[in-house]
């Protein structure tokens, strides 16, 4: 019972018991949350920290700051932690556990101590590949290529892809949990329209988790026997075929990457209905769009290996596909303009970051057209317009995501409001550096700049010190969030249940919630986003 | 015995809400190992494809008597699993304990039988790496038969292990009074994973013992 | 190289302009899509800004036919990029009959590159203008890939197999070479250069340098010193499949099927002769692996070449 007094607090989730080992054994999933978001803004300033080194090395054609041995694993570590590490559990393990027993009108997920286990296991697989840094580092490159991985490289490859092996069972766990939470724990009206996108991006991001990571588990693993016995699956001197590995690991990969952006299209989705008070442009669509991006993304991951020796039909077919799973988030991008449209925009913090997710997001997914088509792809693969590819959807859009949701639900999850001032520069900040940082890298990489280079041909100076500039400033609008956002846990003002007007069940509750989120289940008897409407003509 | 009556947790409404959910989450989990083994057997199946002759005569060095006894110690442990499952929906709690006994011992007969095996294919230098002799063949090919079959087998052995260990769990949490006919979530789910391993030998026995095999040899 | 600022690579082969085409009609559709973008996004912030008396927003209702044109138009137009990309991939993959044959073995970090008339180069390669050059390439190690940016070519370089690729210089000069499979610590120094000289001046170049003669001649010296002369003969009851005008032709094989004697099938039969028995005879051929390494294998494959018929080995006549 939340009995308020004048001078008592409510009990919620976190002055429910301030004992340290009340949070590492606790199957509150709003906790579980908050161990995830502090493991992963570990591991999220790790990478960081190897990126900023990286682009400190490139500011010159000659590899004149670390041996090319060094290099070589920093780019490995900064794709591993970044990858594996952040963005695949992301919004899902911080946002996702924290929101969806609530958006359902659940008391947790279908399975609380399973979902502990699961960050205990993330953890362990982040350890081992701790480990490998400090025992001197891993350097085939996030991708693992054999014979490379396999025969040649001398690094701690073991550890490292021991780490992400084990890492992978975390991934579908937690996949596993928000499918049985989604079809089994829905409140009493809560049917399968009334979801709010956000948990029909993590229903289509779980599906992929739990039937794409086993691929990458089993290419790690014969990975790791080929090591360990010098057997030769990969290895053509003993009969064995690198390609399989490359169909094994890309199998996931492919995937993996909707893992990582679908639940940021779903924050989108809540970040600018709430913050335009505004219904979602086409519903169905958008929520159809997910699962589409979830099945055809499962069947596209050769075009990765246009190049790579294997039939040019099967890459034709490829090809094809690709250009398909590139439509659906069209129709997110056009569904999100029209939810805009005849709205009430507020520019707070997280609809910044929704603007410019919608913008960066947008060049990073043309951008990948260029890739899905074959006669161009012959020519940027490999290279920096690849690199500046991924990263706009990942860091321009992915990532912005994460901040966004990161500053909407804070005051949910902690009870304090942020400084909205320092909120709004640091995601202008961010904007300017990310754009800097990654624009002139498709021009190189078209120019022929090759990836994992560290050191390289005079002509391509400039565009490499523009992007390391670029990295310094991303590198201020990181920081700064780290800094305010823990200021205002201290100094922030209260928030109130529903400080931005949102219309979806967590709002409903108390910030920060009761440890049992609600005392009986809510009654759902309307659409999720039923903002009131403004008369025609305005 | 209220004390340690079966808990209802508290998201779910009822216990056949619990059971469903955790039977759902099973299904999901053995759908992520179909993958899991399918990888496995597609880079087998490339081989296989690559070097059919050699292939077939390496899979004639399998023990082909073992491994048939295995595939009927396996699939009589699924009849006693499911025997089992149905004793815990009738609250028959001491019929349950002796059907998860009796699986669980013939699942120890197949690796004791395995484990045979594996030890009959070192002596007689199967084993892939510097020992490995076999005549008639492409070593290399022979050999990366035995990767694949050791791989193979060995992966699914340590399926079975853990299931073994997951049995020798619902035995004791039936001891403790925790397994009712409206609890018995455990003993169903236990058994949707044992029949998994079970199904997955069914695909590797034909795969590794019978494709190629020449009539007569064994 | 010329070094000089530039925001797009040199054509400096045959099919660089129609990559570069496909390129400007990918970069005038993502233009115009992300300044739409852009675009309605500033305008509605500009006019639907929360401000006193628009407290809300207008519940619009989705429109059909909206959702209809932007699924549909961006179908075609990315069936356009499709079509056009296929039909530029494949030729990539047909080089011409008249190629001049190069041989490529990569290892950790450098390209030994291998002309057919025989003369060796390390990390550079010398052509001649206006013919085009066939590459046939293999790795000693871990994947590799050749890179000329300039002529808009790659193709990755796999240990055990050969892959091929072909382009026709167009432009005099001197044009980067750059390893774009990550291959271990050197890989950024694996980098070279091609040369492209006027046809007079590969000639000069090509007969200057240290004479090892051909390829095929070296071949031939290891097909006699290694013993395949005694099997492989001309006559009708030999124990072997004849070599003469065996390059390019089909060959049946025992058990059925088929298969095209190409540089790929002639490096297996060496290295894996059980691997494809030709039908009628019997697998008898003892394997060459460990006994040859991947340029005498080249020097072998260039031989049996020379002896067919069926495309030119590449030597100026």
């Not at chain 1, 009430?344 to 609809?351: C, D, G, L, N, Q």
Request: net charge neutral.
């Amino acid at each position: 019972m939340t009995a308020l007094t004048a001078d008592r607090v409510p009990e919620n989730y976190i002055n429910a018991d301030y004992r340290f080992r009340s949070w590492l054994f606790s199957t509150d999933h709003k906790r579980i949350a908050i161990l995830y978001l502090i493991s992963l803004t570990f591991y999220f300033f790790v990478g960081g920290f190897f990126a900023l080194l990286m682009r400190l090395e490139l500011v010159t054609p000659q590899g004149d700051l670390v041996q090319p041995e060094t290099y070589n694993k920093l780019f490995t570590m900064h794709g591993i932690m970044m990858l594996f590490f952040f963005l695949v559990p992301s919004i899902p393990a911080v946002f996702g556990n924290f929101l969806l027993p609530l958006m359902l009108g659940a008391k947790d997920v279908a399975f609380p101590k399973l979902n502990l286990a699961s960050w205990y296991i993330f953890n362990l697989g982040g350890l081992l590949t701790l480990v490998s840094i400090v025992l001197g580092g891993v350097d085939t490159g996030w991708t693992f290529y054999p014979p490379y991985s396999s025969l040649s490289s001398t690094s701690y490859v073991l550890l490292a892809a021991g780490g992400i092996f084990v890492m992978g069972f975390s991934s579908i766990l937690t996949g596993l949990n928000f499918i049985v939470t989604t079809h089994k724990l829905r409140a009493p009206g809560l049917t399968w329209r009334r979801l709010p996108l956000f948990v029909w991006s993590l229903y289509a991001t779980s599906i992929i988790q739990v039937l794409a990571t086993p691929a990458v588990t089993i290419g790690l693993g014969l990975i790791g026997i080929e090591r360990i016995w010098k057997v030769g699956f990969f290895n053509p001197a003993m009969g064995g075929d690198p390609i399989l590995f490359q169909h094994l690991f890309w199998f996931y990969s492919h995937p993996a990457v909707y893992v990582m952006i679908l639940p940021g299209m779903g924050v989108e989705s809540e970040l600018l209905t709430t913050h335009a008070r505004r219904r979602p442009y086409g519903y169905a669509f958008i929520a159809g769009s997910s699962l589409a991006i979830a099945v055809l993304g499962f069947l596209v991951w050769g075009h990765h290996m246009f190049v790579s020796g294997q039939s040019v039909y099967a890459s034709m077919v490829f090809s094809f596909l690709s250009f398909f799973v590139a439509i659906p988030s069209g129709v997110k991008v056009f569904s999100w303009l029209g939810t805009l449209y005849k709205g009430a925009i507020a520019f707070t913090t997280p609809m910044l970051y929704g603007l410019g997710f919608i913008g960066l997001f947008t060049i990073g997914g043309l951008t990948g057209l260029f890739l899905a088509t074959l006669a161009v792809d012959v020519h940027v693969h490999d290279t920096y317009f690849v690199v500046a590819h991924f990263h706009y959807i990942m860091v321009g859009g992915m990532v912005m995501a994460y901040l966004g949701a990161m500053h909407h639900w804070w005051p949910k999850m902690t009870g304090r409001l942020y400084p909205e001032g320092w909120g709004r520069l640091s995601a202008l900040i961010v904007f300017v550096g990310f754009n800097l940082t990654f624009f002139p890298q498709y021009v190189m990489g078209y120019l022929g700049m090759t990836r994992r280079y560290h050191a390289y041909a005079p002509e391509f100076q400039v565009y490499h010190v523009l992007s390391s500039a670029g990295a310094s400033i991303l590198g201020v609008g990181y920081l700064l969030p780290l800094f305010y956002l823990i200021w205002s846990l201290k100094y922030g003002p209260k928030a109130g249940g529903d400080p931005w007007g949102g219309t979806t069940l967590e709002w409903k509750t108390p910030s920060p919630p009761p440890t049992h989120n609600f005392e009986e289940p809510p009654v759902v008897t309307e659409d999720p986003y039923s903002f009131p409407s403004l008369e025609e003509g305005r | 015995m209220r004390s340690s009556a079966p808990a209802l947790a508290e998201q779910f409404d009822s216990f056949e809400h619990q059971r469903e959910s955790s039977v759902l989450g099973m299904w999901v989990f053995l759908g992520a190992e179909m993958i899991f083994f399918g990888g496995a057997i597609l880079g087998f199946v490339e081989f296989r494809h690559a070097y059919v002759a050699d292939f077939n005569a390496a899979s004639n060095h399998t023990k082909i008597v073992l491994g048939t006894v295995n595939t009927a110690v396996l699939l009589t442990s699924s009849l006693f699993m499911a025997l089992a499952v149905h004793a815990a929906q009738e609250g028959k709690n001491r019929r349950l304990l002796g059907f998860l006994a009796a699986t669980m011992l013939l699942g120890t007969a197949f690796l004791a039988v395995k484990f045979a095996e594996y030890y009959l294919e070192v002596v007689e230098g199967l084993v892939p790496g510097p020992r490995f002799r076999m005549d008639g063949a492409d070593s290399r090919h022979a050999q990366l038969f035995f990767v694949c079959y050791f791989t193979m087998t060995g992966v699914h052995a340590l399926h079975l292990i853990i299931g073994i260990a997951l049995l020798g769990f619902l035995g004791l949490r039936t001891l403790g009074g925790k397994v009712t006919p409206q609890n018995h979530n455990v003993v169903e789910v236990g058994g949707l994973y044992w029949h998994f391993v079970d199904i997955v030998w069914i695909f590797l026995f034909p795969l590794l013992y019978l494709l190629g095999r020449h009539a007569g040899h064994g | 190289m010329d070094g000089g600022f530039r925001f797009f690579p040199e054509q400096a082969s045959t099919t660089a302009a129609s990559i570069d085409d496909i390129v400007f009609y990918l970069f005038a559709v993502t233009t115009v899509m992300t300044g739409l973008v852009f675009f309605l996004v500033l305008v509605f912030c500009a006019k639907y800004r929360r401000r006193p008396g628009r407290e809300t927003g207008v519940q619009v209702k989705p429109n059909p036919w909206l959702e209809a044109t932007w699924i549909g138009v961006p179908i075609v137009l990315v069936l356009i990029m499709f079509f056009w990309g296929a039909s530029a991939y494949f030729p990539i993959y047909r080089a011409p009959s008249n190629s001049l044959d190069v041989y490529v073995v990569a290892r950790q970090w450098m390209w030994k590159l291998q002309h057919a008339e025989g003369a060796p180069e390390i990390n550079e390669l010398h052509v001649p203008l206006g013919r085009p050059i066939r590459l046939t390439m293999t790795s000693q190690d871990v994947i590799h890939s050749f890179y000329v940016p300039a002529f808009r070519v790659k193709q990755d370089v796999l240990p055990g197999r050969y892959t091929t690729i072909w382009f026709e210089p167009k432009k005099l000069g001197e044009f980067h070479l750059f390893c774009a499979e990550y291959c271990g610590s050197k890989h950024s120094g694996m980098v070279g250069k091609i040369v492209v000289l006027p046809p007079a001046e590969y000639e000069r170049w090509l007969s200057g340098g240290i004479s090892q003669g051909s390829l095929a001649s070296g071949g031939h010296r290891l097909f006699l010193s290694l013993g395949c002369a005694n099997c492989h003969t001309e006559a009708a009851d030999a124990r072997c499949p004849n070599l003469v005008r065996l390059y390019g032709s089909a060959v049946r094989l025992q058990g059925g099927g088929e298969v095209t004697a190409d540089e790929s099938y002639i490096r297996e039969s060496i290295l894996d002769p059980t691997a494809k028995v030709v039908s009628g005879y019997q697998p008898i051929m003892p394997s060459f692996r460990g006994r040859v390494s991947e340029e005498e294998l080249i020097q072998l494959v260039a031989y049996v070449k020379s002896l067919g018929p069926t495309r030119e080995t590449g030597r100026d006549k």
